[in-house]
């Protein structure tokens, strides 16, 4: 009887085909139409022209793959074996059929689903399990524990294009199949792989077989190269490459990679990583420094190779005030998440990794790491939520794309300090808020983030934050702030930023910014604000101590905590210094309201 191998028939022009794998032995080769691959001198073809383990007398897992193109899971699929195994499976001697895999080792990192025998006791149940990466979740179970005792089956699974997966078997090993399990799951939708993995012990090393392999569904023809999907910098000589498909050995050829800029030639060695590949060199990256990679020569499974650049900068390591608390939710809605956005206010870009954010109010173990990589280049931002859909879906100005969903630290509804570290644990910036730094006037604060307004160290936090406005949904997580100026102080003494505002929390323009240069350091200011009439109106600063240069805010709200009246009001700001230096300023706001 001849092998078959792969049967194609193609059924239209564009990238779909049908597609069926049969093997059953019969030519006494299992290296050729098809090729099996991996612990290849671990198994034999019997002289009943069945695949049999033949592993040395050792404990030890054995394995072998075989591709069988881009299975469609948009169109049904089926597959058949038949396993006989010698013994008493337990969980020392078990065996695995996998159904599918991203990854032709399937002793390595792989996203798939397999079948299982093998536990220990006498009443072994059938099994389907998904696999993501080296982590296992089993799916269903057998309604019938007939796979304990030197078991002989076949078995026969069905998914449609639902994800809706059926297992039918004959614990007898013929074709008179009945119902055992289902289940259904749509996690992993790619897969060019088959195979079988054992493990046993020394003296079943030998008592496990294979035969009647099947597969029958529709097969993807890839015509498209591959892409880089991801490159970042891993460590201080190594960078982590993602592709966007399975590739064959010659994405392991260190000679189809180069780097094209300063120097730095190819990588001394490549290896397998969680995700992809490690590509390692001799020389040591820059902080900052500008990396063209470039790849040529790889090649995917279909044949399909890629010629391509890649530009990739090296992130440096943040510092003090190099990355800023940019925006808090700390008083959710019911059901959502708090969050917290950072800015990097730097020249410079990094890699989060391993950052921290903390919140020490609550105990100098309140903090959480951060286990993604993420490059944060200058002025951008990244938001850091423990449920990225809640916080979607309560804020409707938002950008997913600079979310990073981990656990964060418990953050208090009335105070608390946030803090962002970086992997040397040196304090990059911290804020500590209170619910009175939201706007007077607004009744209920839960839902309603904080937002800096000023990235200027020198200002008071009360003045620096402000409540995100209401028309853009109480947040803006992801993307600039609904309060915030870029202004920096003028070169004049002291002046109004923005001469006209409206404190309605709409977003534009809702605070009155003032800015000042004064001539000397250590002096103490003052600033009130009075209307037309000469009456106090607030004390926005009161013996403060300065800085050369900054900037204080008002938020048109008046000593009793009411929004002051449509009008002109002046702004008188006084500075002094211990030897009797004074400074006097004025400038003019004027506070108008929507109609």
Not at 284 to 304: K, P, R
Not at 335 to 352: R, T
């Amino acid at each position: 009887m001849r092998i078959l191998g792969f049967i194609i028939v193609f059924l239209t022009l564009s990238y779909s085909s049908y597609g069926q794998l049969f093997e059953d032995f019969s030519d006494g080769d299992f290296t050729n139409n098809p090729s099996w691959e991996g612990d290849t001198a671990e198994f034999i073809v019997n002289s009943n022209l069945v695949l049999q383990l033949n592993a040395p007398s050792v404990t030890d897992t054995s394995f072998l793959s075989v591709e069988t193109g881009t299975l469609d899971f948009s169109s049904n699929i089926s597959w058949d074996f038949y396993v006989k195994m010698d013994f008493s499976p337990s969980n020392n001697n078990n065996f695995r059929y996998y159904l599918t895999s991203n990854n032709n080792n399937l002793k390595g990192y792989l996203n798939g689903y397999f079948i299982r025998v093998g536990e220990n006791g006498s009443l072994d149940k059938l099994k389907l399990y998904r696999q993501d990466g080296l982590a296992t979740v089993l799916l269903a179970s057998s309604l019938h524990e007939s796979f304990g005792v030197t078991p002989e089956f076949r078995v026969r699974v069905n998914r449609d294009v639902n994800g809706n997966w059926e297992i039918l078997c004959d614990s007898s090993g013929g074709n008179n199949f009945i119902y055992e399990l289902g289940a259904t799951d749509v996690t992993h939708t790619f897969s060019n792989f088959t195979g079988l993995w054992s493990k046993h012990t020394t003296s079943n090393n030998d008592n496990i077989f294979f035969d009647d392999i099947i597969i029958n569904g529709n097969i993807l023809v890839d015509t498209l190269p591959p892409y880089i999907e991801n490159a970042v910098v891993k460590s201080s000589n190594s960078l982590d490459i993602q592709f966007s498909e399975p590739l064959n050995s010659s994405v392991l050829d260190i000679n189809n990679y180069s780097i094209i800029t300063n120097q730095i030639s190819s990588p001394d060695n490549i290896i397998t990583s969680v995700n992809g590949y490690e590509l390692i060199f001799q020389e040591s990256f820059l902080g900052n420094q500008s990396l063209q990679l470039a790849i040529q020569n790889v090649y995917d499974l279909s044949g399909n190779f890629m010629i391509d650049t890649v530009d990739i900068i090296v992130p440096d390591t943040a510092q003090k005030r190099e990355l800023l608390i940019n925006e808090i939710l700390f008083d959710p809605f019911y059901g959502g998440s708090d969050y917290v956005e950072i800015i990097n206010n730097s020249n410079s870009a990094f890699d989060i990794f391993n950052y921290y954010i903390a919140d020490y109010d609550n105990g100098p173990s309140n903090l959480k790491k951060i286990e993604q990589h993420f490059i944060i280049n200058p002025d951008e931002l990244v938001l850091f939520t423990e449920d990225s859909s809640s916080t979607l879906k309560d804020y409707p100005s938002n950008n997913p794309s600079r979310f990073i969903q981990m656990d964060l630290p418990s953050f208090a509804n009335d105070s608390g300090t946030v803090f962002i570290l970086n992997y040397d644990s040196i304090v990059l910036d911290k804020f500590s808020y209170l619910e009175d730094f939201h706007f007077d006037l607004i009744n209920d604060p839960e839902g309603v983030s904080l937002e800096r307004i000023l990235l200027d160290s020198n200002v008071t936090p009360s003045l620096a934050w402000h409540s995100a406005a209401e028309n853009i949904g109480w947040g803006t997580p992801g993307i600039e702030n609904s309060q915030y100026f870029t202004s920096s102080p003028s070169n004049s003494s002291f002046k109004a930023v923005n001469e006209v505002f409206s404190p309605d929390n709409d977003g534009f323009q809702d605070i009155a910014v003032f800015s000042y240069n004064i001539s000397d350091i250590g002096m103490v200011g003052n600033a009130s604000i009075f209307d037309s009439r000469g009456r106090l109106i607030k004390k926005v600063l009161s013996n403060e101590l300065l800085p050369k240069q900054g900037q204080f805010t008002w938020d048109g709200i008046n000593q009793y905590g009411q929004k002051a009246s449509v009008g002109i009001y002046l702004v008188y700001f006084e500075c002094f210094s211990t030897d009797g230096k004074i400074l006097n300023f004025k400038a003019t706001t004027t506070l108008k309201t929507r109609f």
